[in-house]
């Protein structure tokens, strides 16, 4: 990839992007119709908050009104490890009839309960529930040019638990909502197009519906330290809606973003790359142009003594790396990573990862992960052997378990502050044990296989010899010591994606939808080149001030920016979850999303770091093969 143009590079994403900016979101589950009086279920799921990132099932829930018979359908694993706990409910939802006013039960609180309640309507919870796949939402109404309000509608996934007065203190809970199901006709059949929610919290006798009329209506207020008794009622009204079409139906959920946002990130980004482009150009060819042509094969044995910069380094360039026996298993799984980046990517471009898939993308991703082992093993194999290797069974058990290791070691202590915490977010056993299983007999096969299918092949040829005695490395300057060349490195490929970052942050922590593949291939490739090319200018300079150690700098030049990413991190939890809230998070809470960022960074650290290690790799090998030495 690195070793393409930028415009072709550019092109060749823009070509693909104009076909899919608009179809990133192809569902892939059929339509299901429904029948006049037919029964059409309506699942609950979980509440989550944009401020507090622990999600928790909505039945664990003390103050809601709970089925005796709950069944709970099947989930795959990306919908168990995003929170999910869907079972089904008591609301009746008939096609066709609405209901003016239902009860759905009356509840006593105990005052536990009722502290409960006020403390989750005060840290701004939302409640999802699913029809037809497809979440309640709150209902916004689009801006105009103008700023005026159009009729053209928008959906948030979700609907608040409650509502939270700041000037009084007093904590309010929705114990009514209205639903309005949206639906197109199809033939004798009807299929449903959209999920709205209406909350509204009123003070109502037990077992009787509000007055609905009355906009003046107290409010149910909770929080109190004592037994309070709650009805819970809905409303339905079934509305023919012929503006959307089912294959459409998810535009009102993925339009809260303006693509002309993530134009200007691209035309930010291919500015960007451009110009380095342009400096790569000038510096190294006809620098590295001049070099070369300044001597003759002759001339160059003559003078090489009185010679200074990369030249001189012939004899160490290629000497193995120190602790090859870990880089090449951290390179073999940073390939691992890269590629179940991509493949995912063309997945979602495909429509494969459609929002009706739940968990689609965690899913894909982990399968992705595993299948790719063998390609982890050959790579990790290869280098090893190259860099003198001799025990590739031991290369391939550390290139399987180094990187996952570290991972669920994590993951593992954050899951027990989340068991503590009964949040929805807390991997179940059952969950754990079906990961290790995967591993063990899907990953851990394939990365033995391709390490040893890489160890068997033979290494990689140099250009040049290797000197017995290592040259010494003289002082270095200070722009390329190692903490300021690594935030040198980093700033261009972090000012690429820090606009796309922004959404991808924001759909993970406040759960809005990111199906945007079309740009996202765009920014990655722009974001490709950007860490390629930082790494070949890095590494050269390193080279020309007399560093031949570069194996490890360039893989840590390539990774740089994943310090900015973690760094950006931090000030979007302050200023986007934090902000306006600052006295709800807790010490889980606040452990959950920095073990998360962290994590996050690591692996964005191990994809941009394998591209930087393999363009200079490829860089220095093409340099120095223009060298003829006898």
Known sequence: MCGLTSAKLFGLALLLAAGVVDAFYIPSMGPQSFKPGERVPLNVNRVFSEHVPLPFAYYDLPFVCKPQDVRRPWLNIGEVLRGDRIASSDYELTMGEDSE????CTKTLTPAA?????????????????????PGATVFLKHGADGAKTKEKEYEPGFKIGAYDKTSGHAYLNNHVSMHVLYEKRGEGRRIVGFEVYPRSIKNTAGNCPDLKDKAATPLLVGEHKEAVVTYSYSVRWVEDTSVPWNHRWDRYLTATDQQVHWYAILNSAVIILLLSGVVAIILMRMLNRDLSMYTEEEFRDDIEETSGWKLLH?????APNYGGLLAPLLGTTVQVMYTFIVTILLGILGVLSPSYRGGLLTTGIVVFLLMGGASGYYSGHLYRTWGGTNWLKN???????????????????NMFLWYQASSAAMPFSTIVLLFALWLFIKLPLTLLGGWYGFKRQPYSEPVRTNAIPRPIPPQPGYLKPLPSILLAGALPFAVIFIELFLVLKSIWQDSFYYEYGFAIIVGLILSLTVCETTVIMVWLSLNSGHHRWWWRAFAYGA?????IFAYSVFFYFTRLRAGMPDVAGFVPTLTFFVHSLLISAAYALCTGSMGFFAAYFFVRRIYRMVKLS
């Open 315 to 319: 004899g160490d360039v290629f000497r």
């Open 396 to 414: 391939a058990v550390m290139t399987a378990t180094l990187v996952p290791a570290l991972i669920v070691g994590a993951e593992l202590v954050l």
């Open 560 to 564: 740089s920016s994943s310090v900015y």
């Open 114 to 134: 009722n502290e409960e309640a006020g403390r989750f309507v005060e840290q701004d919870y939302l409640v999802e529930w699913i029809v037809d796949k497809l």
């Open 101 to 104: 006013c239902r009860v759905l």
